[in-house]
């Protein structure tokens, strides 16, 4: 899974890091977004403490933007 998502974030970087907020970077961040809601149901139950705090974190960041 490291290795994986290692190697997508790479893969993805000039997406994340391009200048403006066009339609390509959003979908990048809402398909990562739901990769992390997805990875958050699956650990919660392994490590539930951890994994409430990531969901909060992305909670309050969501209602920055």
């Known amino acids: 899974?490291?290795?994986l998502t290692n190697w997508r974030l790479r893969r993805s970087?000039?997406?994340f890091w391009a200048e403006g907020l066009n339609?390509?970077?959003k979908a990048v961040y809402r398909t990562l977004r739901e990769v992390l809601q997805i990875y958050l149901k699956v650990a919660a139950p392994f490590a539930p403490f951890v994994s409430e705090w990531i969901r909060q974190e992305?909670?309050?960041f969501g209602q920055k933007e």
Do not use: N
Request: aromatic share 0%; no cysteine; proline share 0%.
């Open 58 to 60: 992305m909670m309050q």
């Open 13 to 15: 970087r000039r997406r």
């Open 23 to 25: 339609e390509d970077k």
């Open 1 to 3: 899974m490291d290795k």
